[in-house]
């Protein structure tokens, strides 16, 4: 049964920064593209960055120079490094594992950028 456990969510000021992790469980995942999207409420939900199994990354506008996506594939872990959040920051953060035709998603993590 293939899990994804997202964590590391919370509540933070304008300026500040958090660190998400999400722990994989049933795949093999160093083969995996893996990624996190979030979804503000009323809004759909939305590319934040991707890491491939051989490390190359993207990232959408609004987040560069901002955030970092990294992995370890010792740890079957991707994370998500935040610095500079902006209230526009906030929503449900998803990650995502990808592979071909297999697709799974996280429970998601709330991230709250407020003062």
């Known amino acids: 049964q293939v899990q994804l456990v997202e964590s590391g969510g919370g509540l933070v000021q304008p300026g500040g920064s958090l660190r998400l992790s999400c722990v994989a469980f049933?795949?093999?995942?160093?083969?995996?593209?893996m990624g996190w999207y979030r979804q503000a409420p009323g809004k759909q939900r939305e590319l934040v960055a991707t890491i491939t199994s051989d490390g190359s990354t993207n990232y959408a506008d609004s987040v560069k120079d901002r955030f970092t996506i990294s992995r370890d594939n010792a740890k079957n872990t991707v994370y998500l490094h935040m610095d500079s959040l902006k209230p526009e920051d906030t929503a449900v953060y998803y990650c995502?594992?990808?592979?071909?035709?297999?697709?799974?998603w996280g429970q998601g993590t709330q991230v709250t950028v407020s003062t």
């Open positions: 995502n594992a990808g592979l071909v035709a297999q697709y799974y």
């Open positions: 049933g795949i093999i995942f160093r083969f995996y593209k």
